[in-house]
């Protein structure tokens, strides 16, 4: 169902939808991205904009410049902006040549610009660089046969740019500094400008898959990643662990981190950490104070601290996150209330969160392990 009201142009005259710019503008729309519930208010086009299995919140403005804002879940302080341009003016490379030779990207968190910019959002960015090129080209050939035609004729062909993507303060914003542009073109902006806020969604759908593939009975799963919050609720012996995708926490860095965390099921008076150092900080918050004990063969390479120098981290057991080729841990940290497992960036991988599910779950149901035979 589509709502419309009257809206007033700049020139003050009322336009009913399909008559006037706003009201052809939503019938464009709603032709491009069907299922979507839209409306025409106040010189805006506002409403849940349906495209690929996912609703975004849209508000569509015309005055003072067509802009496109797009509202998507807490990404927990993430800023992103993406613009047409060399390379070398941001401060970003996503591994990609095509995107990274056509757009410049600027972040604050660079590990997590390239998971939010995933392929499906790399490859509307590619269509769009597709379509200026054609169109660029087809602009130089018209001016071609104008000169051929009348070679004193001064038409300048009309270069069209991408739009300006920018995320900040938990919306997805885009324009291109115009007052006036045609429906078509709008169409192709919004589908770049979902395909990128969709990111969360195909995260959240990522997550949904991996949780069924831990073996562990799986409590909550989300449709979108929010950034902060619980994106899976394990259940693994008992134990509930939570798998959270954040970037900022307890510690001062925001870098992208999974945490992977369980309560213990009794308050310990044990407590340590297994660090690896030569992984970048991020979130991660400072350990439990306790003495530098030497960790064994193969993590002689971590930082191991114990309250108790009896009882030693759990090495035997923390192995198997430490030693892989991918996912590896960057830390475990047992306070006298939690255990947790941080890996760097995002783990989608479901092999590495079984693990940590299950190592949590153990720890959390046997305060006095690591007196035990992983010592």
Request: neutral net charge; proline residues 7%; contains cysteine.
């Given at each position: ?24 503008m939503l019938d464009v729309i709603a032709a491009a991205f069907p299922g979507s519930r839209l409306r025409v208010e106040q010189g805006t086009i506002t409403g849940p904009l349906h495209h690929e299995g996912q609703f975004h919140s ?12 797009v509202e998507i879940p807490p990404v927990d302080g993430f800023e992103l902006l993406i613009q047409w341009g060399d390379r070398w ?287």
């Amino acid at each position: 169902m589509r709502f419309a009201r009257e809206v007033l142009d700049a020139s003050g005259d009322a336009h009913r939808p399909g008559v006037g710019s706003g009201g052809q503008m939503l019938d464009v729309i709603a032709a491009a991205f069907p299922g979507s519930r839209l409306r025409v208010e106040q010189g805006t086009i506002t409403g849940p904009l349906h495209h690929e299995g996912q609703f975004h919140s849209l508000r569509l403005r015309f005055e003072p410049l067509v802009e496109i804002f797009v509202e998507i879940p807490p990404v927990d302080g993430f800023e992103l902006l993406i613009q047409w341009g060399d390379r070398w003016l941001g401060d970003t490379n996503l591994g990609d040549p095509e995107v990274d030779d056509a757009y410049f990207i600027r972040t604050n968190d660079p590990l997590l610009a390239r998971t939010w910019l995933d392929e499906s959002a790399r490859r509307a960015l590619v269509k769009e660089l597709m379509r200026v090129k054609l169109e660029t080209a087809s602009e130089h050939d018209r001016i071609r046969e104008l000169k051929k035609a009348d070679p004193f004729d001064q038409s300048e062909p009309h270069i069209r740019r991408p739009w300006t993507v920018e995320l900040r303060n938990g919306r997805l914003s885009s324009t291109r500094g115009t007052r006036q542009l045609p429906p078509d073109e709008v169409v192709k902006a919004l589908e770049i400008v979902t395909a990128i806020a969709g990111a969360s969604g195909r995260w959240g759908q990522r997550c949904s898959e991996l949780a069924l593939l831990t073996g562990a009975r799986v409590k909550q799963i989300v449709d979108r990643i929010e950034l902060g919050a619980t994106a899976i609720l394990l259940e693994e012996q008992r134990v509930d662990v939570e798998v959270r995708y954040l970037r900022r926490d307890a510690g001062p860095l925001g870098r992208l981190t999974t945490r992977v965390r369980g309560n213990r099921a009794s308050a310990a008076d044990t407590t340590w950490s297994l660090i690896d150092d030569d992984v970048p900080r991020g979130p991660l918050p400072e350990p439990p104070a306790g003495a530098k004990v030497r960790a064994p063969k193969p993590l002689r390479h971590l930082v191991a601290r114990c309250s108790r120098e009896e009882a030693p981290p759990p090495f035997a057991l923390l192995e198997p996150l430490f030693v892989r080729a991918t996912d590896k841990a960057r830390a475990v940290i047992a306070t006298s209330s939690d255990v947790t497992v941080w890996f760097d960036g995002a783990v989608f991988a479901a092999e590495p969160i079984a693990i940590a599910a299950r190592v949590i779950a153990q720890l959390a149901t046997d305060a006095g392990l690591a007196e035990g035979p992983y010592r």
